[in-house]
């Protein structure tokens, strides 16, 4: 069958351009196999990477049709099929055609061959090793049990490929973040019982900017992945590592991801006037925290996007049910999701606020009332503020003469 080929080339610091090869090709020959007959047989310039042509080594990962996957893996018939399912209802072209392109987040060399020092260094930020105590040489070898063996068999199929990482939105935004492949093989040193370092690694991996918490969940990276490591699962795992420990750091990124299951139990949906002040704000603890949602709640109010009111959602009784029972049950396997989250007792969505604290660590210290109260009164004080501005025509930062 005749197939055009369109592949971005580039060069380092050069604009990209498209340049089309036609070939009379099988459909069961991969993209490597197009792209060798390329260079073979009509320009020799074009640049990729290759090597064993076997799913193994990764060293072929590009962008096909605008996803990122392993040249010697898929085929050109496979990918037709793929493109012809997406656009059915569009007018097929006379000769089909294939996009190539370089992987993403990652600087063009020349044509498909991208630099991936980066991808490496953030592979080495997470110490991917077994912990040097652990390598020591000792008396008899160290044995594992079959079932902690197989805690490693699925991060263990890690190609390093870098299809994830070019895949990866997170990285896109945010430099500082190490990367899917990076956090999965985190993981796999983590699940090990020969490791000696669990503490430490879970500090490192608990950065917000670099570590876990800078994952997006966008579940590109368990998408492309060719080998079905899942980093997003993995990420998970790491995740509920963190939120096991005895004493759980407190950060903004946990006191997000708790107060999200704490408020969904508790309203069926999230309740955005308390969400702001528990994460942001620590409950009113962090008093930057709080001055810094000013801005925010002042565009929000302005635009009539701030809500006065909170209505639960239909059905938040079989929401809690539902969070309750998967929380029960995770313990009851020693799950470590849920360790920090103590369940909600059943009550009815008309059960009226109680002025007495809760049980548990839903309200961060606070009782429903005082909760409620504080509430109140960070409303007012941000209506003073406002008022403050338009009367005095400067704003809060100014009239204290911090600026």
């Known amino acids: 069958m005749k197939v055009r080929f369109s592949i971005l080339r580039q060069t380092a610091n050069s604009p990209p351009w498209l340049q089309d090869y036609r070939l009379e090709i099988d459909p069961g020959a991969t993209i490597l196999d197009g792209l060798n007959r390329i260079k073979w047989e009509q320009d020799g310039t074009l640049g990729y990477r290759k090597n064993c042509r076997n799913t193994i080594c990764g060293s072929c990962s590009i962008k096909i049709n605008g996803r990122s996957a392993l040249a010697c893996k898929e085929t050109v018939g496979q990918e037709l099929a793929r493109l012809a399912a997406i656009a059915a209802s569009a007018p097929t072209a006379e000769i089909p055609a294939i996009a190539i392109a ?20 953030n592979l080495q930020a997470v110490d991917p090793y077994v912990s040097t105590a652990a390598r020591s040489i000792p008396e008899r070898e160290f044995l594992q049990s079959p079932s902690d063996r197989a805690k490693l068999d699925q991060t263990g199929n890690c190609i390093l490929c870098g299809a994830c990482y070019s895949e990866c939105n997170a990285r896109e935004v945010n430099p ?6 990076a956090l999965a093989k985190a993981y796999r040193t983590l699940a090990d019982s020969r490791d000696q370092a669990s503490q430490t690694r879970l500090e ?14 966008c579940f590109n990276c368990n998408a492309v992945c060719p080998m079905d490591v899942a980093p997003l699962d993995q990420i998970s795992n790491i995740k509920a590592a963190i939120l096991d420990q005895q004493t759980v750091p407190d950060s903004r990124s946990v006191r997000h991801r708790q107060a999200m299951v704490e408020l969904v139990k508790q309203g069926g949906w999230i309740d955005e006037r308390k969400f702001g002040l528990r994460v942001v704000g620590n409950n009113f603890r962090d008093l930057s925290g709080l001055l810094s949602l000013l801005p925010l709640g002042w565009r929000m109010l302005s635009r009539g996007k701030l809500p006065l009111e909170f209505e639960a959602s239909t059905g938040t009784a079989q929401v809690r049910s539902l969070i309750t029972a998967v929380q029960a049950l995770e313990s009851a396997k020693g799950s470590p999701e849920t360790s920090t989250t103590t369940p909600m007792p059943q009550e009815s969505e008309s059960e009226p606020i109680s002025k007495t604290a809760p049980s548990g660590p839903e309200s961060f210290g606070w009782t429903a009332y005082a909760e409620l109260l504080n509430g109140r009164f960070a409303m007012i004080g941000l209506v003073a503020l406002l008022l ?8 809060f930062f100014t009239w204290l003469g911090l600026r």
Request: hydrophobic share 40%; proline share 8%.
């Open 102 to 121: 370089p992987m993403g987040n990652m600087p063009v060399i020349k044509d498909l061959v991208v630099d991936m020092q980066g991808f490496w260094q």
């Open 176 to 181: 500082e973040f190490v990367g899917p492949h």
């Open 204 to 217: 490192k991996y608990n950065q917000p900017d670099s570590g876990v918490w800078a994952c997006t969940r």
């Open 388 to 395: 403050l501005e338009l009367f005095t025509n400067q704003d």
